[in-house]
């Protein structure tokens, strides 16, 4: 059968546009793995949560039917918050629902959905993740203790020599070896090739054109540069909330919001702008937060709301649209910081379309897709584009990753041999 345009786009991109909607699908695997080539990310990796489909799906569907019968319970009248946040909800309901059908309607892609994760072959434990040791590393924890400044990470540059001029010869695979802190210190793979990394007998892989400051908050100022042409222009930030929920405080710490307005967003901003992208939870006094005092701190002006709805792999929400406290969407907020300068005679962004949905397939706990492609769209006439992401757990090419496990998903047991 002939694949539509479309399907053959998303194959090709990772991104499938709908036409009659504000809205996309998303397969992040695709996406990053576009700018691998010896290495690829391992879809039964990164959609691992349905690798334990059979003790997840029923542990949590039974979770779902707890907490709705806990909500129906519930029926106390809502509080004005409650309200706020109900009727912020209804609006966006219709759109949401619009979104949805929109990717029931796209058998072609569905299709494809239902197979994200690969075949079964490609399953970890038989050929997925490159082997290394099953216990993950906790950088949050080393990077706590006084040897911290001692731990160095070793880079092998990949180099191929051919050993003879005239083809059909054997290609030597060589490896130069770099030593540098991995703490405190802006690691880079300036080359458009990967590294492979070493550190504490764990491998690790750096995609081409990258870098990583693995720190503490404390430490953020050091990747202010030092001349505002040199900073941002896209900057996202998925900052480490707090929700009270005891089984996010074991994947990693939280920090109360005070917290966050101390983030230096104008001084890593270019002068030319940055455009800024805020996740944030539901929670309806996180919302009030960021729009009257953490975008005032930041000198970020508020610009749209994007939507993540997440879905599962046969095109579901990954949970019930009304229930209250487990919405099956997040938003990020959109913003324009102009550094220091005077923001009025200074280009604007294109115009960003409000609420715009994106739909994706959930990765690992809190594990966001990789929104950049999206985001770069309207950010016209600065060249090269400069990126940071802040609280990353992961490396992005051409892309700088600023967090206190910014190696979290780079480990190469997350990657296959591409
Ligand atoms: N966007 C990420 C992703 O897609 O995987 C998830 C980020 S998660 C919401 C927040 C991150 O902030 C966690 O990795 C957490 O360890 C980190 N974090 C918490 N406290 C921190 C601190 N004081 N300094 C630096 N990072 C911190």
């Known amino acids: 059968s002939k694949m539509s345009n479309k399907l053959s786009t998303f194959m090709e991109s990772g991104i499938y546009r709908f036409d009659d909607t504000n809205a996309v699908f998303i397969d992040p695997v695709r996406v990053l793995n576009r700018s691998y080539n010896r290495f690829k990310v391992s879809p039964s990796a990164y959609y691992s949560r349905f690798f334990e489909e059979s003790k997840q799906t029923a542990k949590e569907s039974s979770n779902s039917r707890k907490r709705k019968r806990k909500e129906k319970k519930k029926s106390h009248p809502l509080n004005e918050r409650e309200r706020a946040a109900d009727q912020r909800h209804q609006e966006l309901r219709p759109l949401l629902v619009k979104a949805h059908e929109s990717l029931l309607r796209a058998t072609d892609l569905l299709e494809v959905m239902s197979n994200l994760r690969g075949g079964l072959d490609s399953s970890p434990s038989k050929c997925g993740g490159l082997s290394s040791p099953r216990v993950q590393q906790s950088f949050v924890e080393l990077g706590r203790v006084w040897q911290a400044p001692l731990y160095e990470i070793t880079l092998k540059f990949h180099t191929t020599i051919k050993q003879n001029e005239d083809g059909g010869s054997p290609i030597k695979e060589n490896f130069e070896q770099r030593v540098f802190p991995v703490f405190d210190n802006l690691v880079v793979n300036e080359t458009g090739d990967e590294v492979e990394a070493e550190f504490l007998n764990s491998q690790y892989i750096l995609p081409p054109d990258s870098g990583f400051y693995m720190s503490d908050l404390g430490q953020i100022h050091n990747l202010i540069p030092a001349e505002s042409d040199c900073g941002f222009n896209l900057i996202v930030v998925d900052p480490p909330w707090e929700n009270g929920s005891a089984r996010q405080k074991s994947r990693y710490p939280t920090l109360p919001n005070r917290y966050f307005l101390s983030l230096p967003i104008k001084q890593l901003s270019h002068n030319k702008g940055a455009l800024v992208a805020l996740w944030v939870t539901n929670r309806e006094k996180l919302r009030g937060f960021v729009e009257e005092e953490l975008f005032p701190a930041w000198g970020v ?118």
């Open 301 to 418: 002006r508020y610009m749209a709301t994007f939507y993540w709805l997440k879905v599962k792999a046969n095109g579901s929400m990954v949970g019930d649209l009304d229930l209250f406290h487990h919405r099956p969407y997040e938003c990020i907020l959109l913003g324009q910081c102009y550094g220091e300068k005077n923001s009025e005679d200074l280009p604007r962004f294109k115009t960003l379309k409000n609420n715009q949905i994106i739909i994706s397939v959930p990765g690992d706990y809190s594990r966001k897709p990789p929104l950049g492609e999206l985001l770069l769209e309207y950010i016209t006439g600065i060249n090269p584009t400069r990126c940071i992401e802040l609280f990353a757990r992961e490396i992005i090419a051409g892309w700088v990753s600023w967090g206190n496990e910014p190696l979290h998903f780079q480990e190469s047991r997350s990657f296959t041999r591409g």
